[in-house]
T-cell receptor, first 112, second 111 residues
Framework: NAGVTQTPKFQVLKTGQSMTLQCAQDMNHEYMSWYRQDPGMGLRLIHYSVGAGITDQGEVPNGYNVSRSTTEDFPLRLLSAAPSQTSVYFC???????????FGNGTRLTVT | KQEVTQIPAALSVPEGENLVLNCSFTDSAIYNLQWFRQDPGKGLTSLLLIQSSQREQTSGRLNASLDKSSGRSTLYIAASQPGDSATYLCAVSNTGNQFYFGTGTSLTVIP
């Protein structure tokens, strides 16, 4: 049972490049979400999904896109990377809104 | 928007001591509250989840309480051990879908 798997673990991008952060879970969780963690700030929600085909914006959605075509996968796309998107990104999942959140180990992204 | 505050930002205690970590939130109409542990370079691990109808939850040496009317939660750690050293984060949800996190308390337990 792998839990929540995020790839890659580290990534360096140049300003303007695009990329996709991958997130997969094998627990049959309906709820999946993406957070970013920056020094001195709490984790902030980017986008979330309550099931396949359903996504919604969180607190800081600008510059990011998501889709949920399967229950297992919830990729996060950076459309045109900016230095302000340098951060650690975490994917999380849960069975429902009343269940504990399970986190991946994060992707450390640097945009130069 | 829900604001979550955790005080203190850092705490250092000798091994064996009992300790309390604090979490406060501005909107008392919460759905649930979770306490997490984060080790350096790692993801978050859920420790305790308290639903809005509950007053406390216990797991081993950990006890979390919730007082919605005052906008506060505490995490009590009994008989602290060096392995408890980590950052502890509190997260509050008003809907079950969006969680608002505090900035955490960095705990060091000195052998």
């Amino acid at each position: 049972n792998a839990g929540v798997t995020q790839t890659p673990k580290f990534q360096v991008l140049k300003t303007g490049q695009s990329m996709t952060l991958q997130c997969a879970q094998d627990m049959n969780h309906e709820y999946m979400s993406w957070y970013r963690q920056d020094p001195g700030m709490g984790l902030r929600l980017i986008h979330y999904s309550v099931g396949a085909g359903i996504t919604d914006q969180g607190e800081v959605p600008n510059g990011y896109n998501v889709s949920r075509s399967t229950t297992e996968d919830f990729p996060l796309r950076l459309l045109s990377a900016a230095p302000s998107q340098t951060s650690v990104y975490f994917c999380a999942s849960s069975f429902s809104g009343s269940s504990p959140l399970h986190f991946g180990n994060g992707t450390r992204l640097t945009v130069t | 928007k829900q604001e979550v505050t955790q005080i203190p930002a850092a705490l250092s205690v000798p091994e064996g001591e009992n300790l309390v970590l604090n979490c406060s939130f501005t909107d008392s109409a919460i759905y649930n509250l979770q306490w997490f542990r984060q080790d350096p370079g790692k993801g978050l691990t859920s420790l305790l989840l308290i639903q809005s109808s509950q007053r406390e939850q216990t797991s081993g040496r950990l006890n979390a309480s919730l007082d919605k009317s005052s906008g506060r939660s505490t995490l009590y750690i009994a008989a602290s051990q060096p392995g408890d050293s980590a950052t502890y984060l509190c997260a509050v949800s008003n809907t079950g879908n969006q969680f608002y996190f505090g900035t955490g308390t960095s705990l060091t337990v000195i052998p």
